[in-house]
């Protein structure tokens, strides 16, 4: 079963006056305002990606119609000061994957030392459960996952889901590949470790029910506007990108 159901992907959000360099990575508050009216307006409604996952594996087409999906990675603490309001403001629900080795802590993966940044501690990430957004995981130390020896690639996958299943109180289901990277492997031990679906960064606003570790994602940038949007719904995106998507599968 397929569905159109696009799931973005955001990392960092920040104030309309922020006066720091946005890099690739950040879009604006009011950017995300303005993607999610887009929808909204449009009589779409949000789900978060367990929602998504549960629909696909129901073969529940009629509950993913007119459905879009918003996704943060890295856990970043201006997720919680300027993505968590704002979407709270609108009713618009979201997943956030948060890497638990960083939790409460600053971000050290990227090689350049001032890209690092603040990562949402237990409180915050405990707040955005209590206010019904999904808490997903995304390993707990923000490595290549395809590059792990099998025990420590199976250990992030299972501490990563204790660590925040044990802060919520329930049930951490999906999963993000950090930089997107996975394998044939990976996704098995994902499955083996009790996850329901993760996602990819391999675009397309497409869902294949046969393929809910291989989900989706658009990347949404300042840039990223109405025509665009309308590309991505469109069905042509998917098209663009097939032969990503159809090796990765045989992976
Ligand atoms: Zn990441």
Redesign the pocket.
């Known amino acids: 079963m397929q569905a159109r159901v696009p799931v973005f992907m955001f ?1 960092h959000v920040e104030a309309d006056d922020a006066s720091t360099h946005r890099s690739a990575l950040f879009v604006s508050q009011s950017k995300l305002h303005e993607i999610a009216d887009w929808f909204l307006e449009r009589g779409f409604e949000s789900i978060s990606v367990k929602r998504l996952a549960e629909c696909l594996d129901g073969g529940d087409t009629a509950s993913l119609n007119r459905k879009f999906v918003f996704t943060f ?2 856990g970043a603490r201006n997720n919680f000061e300027y993505a968590y309001p704002l979407l709270s403001s609108i009713g618009c629900t979201a997943t956030f ?1 948060v ?1 638990t080795d960083y939790i409460g802590m600053s971000s050290d993966w990227r090689k350049k030392k001032n890209r690092s940044f603040e990562i949402m501690g237990e409180d915050e990430i405990l707040a955005l459960s209590r206010d019904g957004f999904e808490i997903g995981s ?1 390993g707990c130390k ?1 490595t290549d996952l395809t590059a792990l020896a099998f025990a420590e690639l199976n250990r992030q996958m299972l501490d990563s889901k204790a660590v925040l299943s044990g802060l919520i109180g329930s049930d951490v289901v999906t999963f ?1 590949y ?2 997107g990277l996975f394998d044939a492997r990976v996704v098995e031990c994902a499955k083996q470790a009790g996850y329901s679906a993760a996602c990819s960064t391999i675009r397309g606003a497409t869902q294949d029910s046969k393929h809910a570790f291989i989900l989706k994602r658009i990347m949404v940038t300042e840039g990223t506007g109405s025509i665009r949007l309308r590309y991505f719904m469109s069905g042509l995106l998917d098209f663009e990108y097939r032969k990503e998507f159809r090796a990765a599968v045989s992976g």
């Open positions: 990392h990675d890295d994957y890497p995304h923000h993000a950090p930089y």
